[in-house]
Each structure stands twice: as structure tokens, then as C-alpha cells.
């Protein structure tokens, strides 16, 4: 098939960017959507052209490397699917896609369709964690772990960290990237520790890099390539509070100088 | 080159605690002034650099993707063995150590292996601590799920996600560190040369994939926890920016390179669909468990699958391999698919094919059951394919997976030039010439957190390697020869793009390096990729420049040294004139097809020594001194 593509282009952070069309004739119905842009990328180099730079790496969907608007919609918007697990058959003869890079005011642009998502990184550093040294962990077995909450904790622990939710936020809010983590972590026995310190920290430090606030557009949630509820929203939201009333006190209810 | 294994005496089983005994340990005072460079951020290196972070050395990580959490390890579905015996079904260290060796066809070091299966259990434990979200059973306890090669239940796993939820439990603990300032962490910084000085490793060259900026590092010691070299293939599972180019920069500073020809061949793949095709992707291998493969008993049978009735299929596994059946491993399951397929019983537009049938799991399981195995195996199948695996079989064909080979080390894991360790699928390592599946998670994090550390310790404590920084001309020096090379890709200017030679040497390797090798096609291999290495350096052309984000040329330095390590795997397998595991001689086989390994002449590793552009390496022998285990005709009938 034949298609027009919009494509962002951005030399570097310091550029201002526009669209360039590109046209692309011979796409197979069974090439994903890197691939698409593979072929193009090997037309632009044959003309001495500078290929358009994309994240991309594992290209099976697991990685988070991947991830542009496709037709304003990031990952293009079909339920639980990556940019690189995104198939052309999808796509008619003769569309046209414009192809964008996250917009979000934590992720500038380096380059065409890749951003700079470091601050998902600071925020895991300010507390997705639990804090255990090597070798000290007790007996896999002898900390039993209900099977359902095991699952739920893994349905959030599924997050690829590929910033789509960012993406599709109107607030560009990193709430369901943040809520994941901290959900999977306090729905585990061995999480419980830290669980409060984590979702202050955690939160803390989202809001520090500029992320938005959640207003229930439920967009994150839509766009989410691994289908993770706002329902861990919500419980993040509820180990927030439950943080921040209780810090400064100490747990035998003596208040503590702040 | 001398290859001293530096094994510990003693009886197998108490070498790793004897030695645990007896090695020197560095005072925390004096830990705080070691600096220690990791490559790479997957399994191993996350967790290396975790754990000498909190040990209170000063570590320096690098990793080429735009955050550590993506290394490849993230990609591994199946699980990780280890030997808890959770099933009570009689597994123990002794037979996850031996099914390991026997696995990898009797081409291991007993005493590294002895110690992988020693560890695996701490491993399991460690990950739970840390909030690994691993498949549970109702009554609380963790469960269990087999995998090819092994007659017990001893493989863990989270979904089809255990790399991911694994590299994630990894990554936790490393943004732990870098939050406690004891990690600098530098993602979207690729190393393009090892720095010796002194005859020690001293230090990196790096590049900064957002701006080309061009750096050196000086540490105490080197860790590469870089990958595997699968992607020389070009077509593979691995990821597109896996490359070797770390192992390879450090093989030509002197570290000699094991057993490149030992690559893994995975059966369970979906067939490529077009020329376009830039990856494969991989089907579990824990989809044998309850799929069931075949194809059609007569010879270009073309009818739909559901349309062949049971008497006209061949369970071609079952009936060749009764005892482990769907479950042998990778390399006998790839090699009989390959045979199906070449002897015009393939399925699918190519032929390239065979079925993997769910049919029989649904209905004696129920299709919830199915779905809560494999359910997002089978969504990836589908969005792929565009075919529904619950109603119609899957097509696999085996594809490129894993290297067995890599750069050598001794059993503290240190190469052959002092203070550069290798870890993970960076080494040569456990496997011998095939790794059995969840056995490369196991083996990375045994590296990480469990081995390095302590093996590190001592050599630091015992060779006290003097403060050293990057005015050393050696720093210089690399890092004007990683300058130079830059500047030589992006003068080419010629009308091929790299992805051009890329699937070239791709096609040459996979035609006469995959799963079959003769003596004459390897030889004919060598001569090609000679020719397509000097076309390379004519006729390439680089877009953009030195400076700024430019995949090109990152992608242009790797094939460049994909280039030169794809001779070597052919050399490798041309001078191993015997057939085992992976590596299959097709003039050495047995009547029946399988591997026939020459033990009087080839139980050793194959180590190569990088001697100059212009002289052929140099082939040099550890033998394997097998004292325990008696090497037999590997068999899973």
C-alpha cells in the first residue's frame, strides 16, 4: 500500500521543530509499524538524507523503548499494543499518518521522535524500591504471599516505563507510571516496610519533575500498552494520605518535632 | 596467552565455600576508595552494580539505552531455574548441575557449573525480597513450571515477563544506589574501547549517544555485563541495539575470546514474513510444556491444520523423543524442525514452519487455564501474525537466540587481562555448547550478585591495582584511535547503508554458521565475510556527522565489529571438528542424526587470541578436565 507521512523532525532540544511529508509506496500489510519506518529510513540514507531518529529496541513490545503519537494518539491508540507491535494492516491504502513524539513538558524532545524520559528514572529513584541487601533475604517460602494480591501486584509490575500515559495525559501527569510502582510494591508483604515513606517520596518526586496532577480523564489508562488500571490510582492516592498524615508522628503516637 | 582456570582444589562440592573461605577481603574503609566501572545494566550488571554499591565500593555504570531498565534481559518470558525442590519431585543442586552440563553437551567447567546450581536457590530468595512478583499457588508458597532439558519442575517465573520482572527487581535496587550516591549512572553512553595500562584493565572510551561527546574513564577494575553477539546474525531475538562491541573492543586490547561458534538456535520462534523483517520474536519455550508440535505426515501437504486429521499428523517429537518429548532441548528441538522442514514437511507461505498446538491444552485444561499461562504470549503471537492461537496452531521456526560463547574467563571471572571481569552472556561461561532454557537469568544474576562481588573483593584486596587516572597516555591514546575510527565510517560516503551489509553478513552466517555447518561452507563463509568486510569499508555511507544523536553510526560501529567477530565464529567452527549441542558439524553425526561429539580430541573451550588486523588469531586450548560427570551420548529418547 501507499502512504503520506506527517513526520515530526527536530534537530536537537534546541530546535523548534516542524513536520515534514514523506511519501511511501510498497508498505506490506505484515510489517510492523518500525519497520515502516525502517524502509523509510533506508530511502532517506540512499538519498543522503538524515534518517528520522526513533527509540526503539526490543521491538517486542517489553522494552518501553518505543512510543510515538500516531494520529495524535500515542502507540495509535489500539488496546494494548506497542508502537512496535503495532502492524501495518491496520492502516489502509492511501491514509495519511502523522507521526509525533511525546508531547509532555517532563519529556523534552532530543531529536525527531525521541524524548528524554530520565525523570521516570528519578522518580523510581526516590523510592521504587524495597530496601534489602544482597544476600540477607530470608527463605523464598517462609513469607507466604496470598496468590491474589501476588496477581495484582504483578498486573501493575507489568508498567514498561514507556511514558504513554505521560503522553496522553492532558495534564501530562505521570500518576498511573508512579501508582504502578507503588501499588505493586505495598501489595506485597515484603513491601510493607517502606510503603509509606515510598508513596510520599515517590510522589514527591513526580511532582518535583514537573508532571501534572490526575482530574480522572482516564486517558493514561486508554493508552496504556499494558492495560493498567486507575484503580491504582486510587490506592496510591490512598497511601499518600495515609503517608502524609501520619508523617512526623511516630508510630506510638507521639508527635515528633518536624 | 596463558589460560589458568584457577579453579579451587577440593572435592566439587565444597569448592565455592572453601574458596568463599579463603579469599582476601577489602576493609570498608578501603572500599570506599575502589572505583569500578560495569557495562551494561541488564541482569548482571544492575545487579553487580547494586550489590558493590551497598558493599561501599564506588561505582561508575554505563548502558547504551536511555534508562537501565531496558536492557535486553528485560525481554526474557519463561522463568529462571534454580533448585528449591518446591514440587518435592526430587530436584537438588547435584541435578540442576547435571542437567545444566549434560545440557550444554559436556562443554562446561564442573566447578563453575557446580557453583551456578549452588547459588540459584539465594537467588529466588533475593528476588522475593525485593518485591519480584513470581507466580504463587493458593496456599501462599511460589510456583513452579518445567522447561526443556530437565525431568523435574524447577523453574520459577512471573507470567511471561520473568526477565522483565526480574531486570525490574535488579533496576530497583540499582536506583537505590544511584539514589544514595554510591552509583554515577550513565545511560545513552556507549563504550567503544577498553583502556589497558600497565598491562591491567584501567579503564573505557565512551561515546554520548545525544551528543557524540567522546569521554574516558579510569577505575580499579572493569566489569562488561554487555550481552551476547546474536545479533551478528542480524535476523534474531535479541534486541536491535544488542551488540559486541564492548567484548569485541576488549578481545582486540588482549582478552581472549571463547567459543564463538557456540550459538543457540531457539525452536520456538515466528517465522519471518518479508525482506523488511528487522527482528524475530520468540515464543517461550514454557509454551512446550502444553502445546504439542507437529506437521503434516505427508510432504507438501498444504490444507489448513485443522483440516488434517489426527492419523495424518506427526507429533514428530513425541515420536522421536519419547521420555522428554515436547521438552527436549533447544538445540534437538530446532535441528528435528529443521529436518521436518528440509525434508518438504514445513507449513506455512515459506515452508519455514512447523505447528505448535494448543488444541489438546484447551481442551484438557480449559482455555482460562491456557490464557492465564501463556495469555500474553498468545496476544504477542497474535498481534504479529494477525492469527488467533486458540483456535488456529501457531507456526514457530527456530531462530538466532543466545551465544554460549563469549570472552573467557577464570573461575573468579576475570579475563585474560587482569582487572577486566566479564559477566553474564558477556562470558563464555556455564553453558557449554548449549544453555538450557531459564538458565541464562539464573546464570546472570549468580554473576551479579553472587559471585563478582566476592571474586572482585579479592583481587582488588590481593593486587592492590595503584590509583591511576586519564592523564595515563593509554587514555590518550584509545580514546584517539575511537576518534579516528568515528571519522573514518562517516567519510566513507559510499551508496550502502549499514543495514545493507548488516543482513548481508546476516544471510552468510545463517546459510553456512546456523544450525547445520560444514567444513567447506565455513571455509567459504570466511572468504565472504573477508570480502564483505572490505566492501563495507568502501562502500558505506553514514549520514550526519560526529556530533548530535545519529543511529547510524552507533549501528556503523557495531556492524563494523560484528564484521570482524563473524569470521572468528566461522573459524571457531570450522577448526571444531566434532558435532555438540548447538554446534552441529553436519560431516559428525550419529546414524540416527544426532550430535557426535569427539571427546578424546575437543573437551576443551577454544580460546582465540587476537594477534593484528593483518595475522590470523591464534587458537588456543583450557581443557575441560571433566572429573565428576561422565560425558555420554547426550540422549532424551
Known sequence: ?258 | MKLDAKIPGGPLQQKWSDYLNDIKLVSPANKRKFEIIVVGTGLAGASVAATLAELGYRVLAFCYQDSSRRAHSISAQGGINAAKNYPNDGDSVWRLFYDTIKGGDFRSREANVYRLAEVSNSIIDQCVAQGVPFAREYGGGLANRSFGGALVSRTFYARGQTGQQLLLGAYAALMRQVAAGQVELHPRCEMLDLVVADGRARGIVTRRLETGQIETWSAHAVLLASGGYGNAFYLSTNAKGCNATAAWRAYKRGAGFANPCFTQIHPTCIPRSGDYQSKLTLMSESLRNDGRVWVPARKGDRRDPGDIPEAERDYYLERMYPTFGNLVPRDVASRAAKRMCDDGHGVGPSGQGVYLDFAAAIERLGEQAVRERYGNLFEMYERITGEDPYRVPMRIYPAVHYTMGGLWVDYNLMSTIPGLFVLGEANFSDHGANRLGASALMQGLADGYFIAPFTLGHYLAGEKPPALDTSHPAFADARRQVEERIGRLLGIGGPHSVDHFHRRLGAILWDKCGMGRRGEGLEQAIGEIRGLREEFWKQVRVPGGAEGLNPELEKAGRVADFLELGELMCRDALERRESCGGHFREEYQTEEGEALRDDANFTHAAVWEYRGDDQEPARHAEPLNLEVVKPSQRSYK
Not at chain 1, 496477581?151 to 514507556?162: K, R, S, T, Y
Not at chain 1, 506485597?188 to 513526580?206: D, F, I, K
Not at chain 1, 518535583?208 to 480523564?217: D, I, K, L, Q
Not at chain 1, 493498567?228 to 508522628?249: P, T, V
Request: hydrophobic share 35%; proline share 5%; glycine share 10%.
Open chain 1, 1 to 258: 500500500m501507499k502512504l503520506t507521512l506527517h513526520i515530526w523532525r527536530q534537530r536537537d532540544r534546541g530546535d523548534r521543530g516542524r513536520f515534514v511529508t514523506y511519501r511511501l509506496d510498497d508498505v506490506s500489510p505484515h510489517m510492523s509499524f518500525l519497520e515502516m519506518l525502517d524502509v523509510l529510513n533506508e530511502q532517506l540514507v540512499g538519498r543522503g538524507e538524515e534518517p528520522v531518529a526513533f527509540d526503539h529496541d526490543c521491538r517486542e513490545g517489553i522494552c518501553g523503548a518505543c512510543g510515538v503519537v500516531i494520529n495524535g494518539l500515542p502507540h495509535g491508540g489500539f488496546p494494548g499494543t506497542t508502537t512496535c507491535q503495532l502492524h501495518m494492516r491496520h492502516f489502509q491504502d492511501g491514509d495519511e499518518i502523522t507521526v509525533e513524539p511525546w508531547r509532555s513538558k517532563a519529556f523534552p524532545v532530543i531529536k525527531d521522535l525521541v524524548v528524554d524520559r530520565s525523570a521516570l528514572d528519578r522518580i523510581a529513584q526516590a523510592g521504587g524500591f524495597i530496601s534489602v541487601r544482597t544476600g540477607s533475604a530470608p527463605e523464598a517460602n517462609s513469607v507466604p504471599g496470598p496468590k491474589e494480591a501476588a496477581d495484582l501486584a504483578m498486573d501493575a509490575a507489568e508498567c514498561i516505563g514507556c511514558g504513554a500515559c505521560v503522553a496522553a495525559c492532558p495534564n501530562g501527569a505521570a500518576m498511573l507510571f508512579t501508582a504502578a510502582k507503588i501499588s505493586h510494591l505495598g501489595l506485597l508483604p515484603q513491601g510493607q516496610p517502606e510503603r509509606e515513606r515510598r508513596a510520599r517520596n515517590m510522589v514527591s518526586a513526580m511532582q518535583r519533575e514537573g508532571f501534572g496532577a490526575c482530574t480522572n480523564y482516564r486517558e493514561c489508562e486508554a493508552a496504556c500498552p499494558k492495560r493498567i488500571s486507575i484503580n491504582f490510582i486510587a490506592r496510591m492516592n490512598r497511601d499518600f494520605l495515609k503517608a502524609s498524615l501520619l508523617h512526623g508522628r511516630e508510630r506510638g503516637g507521639k508527635r515528633q518535632a518536624r
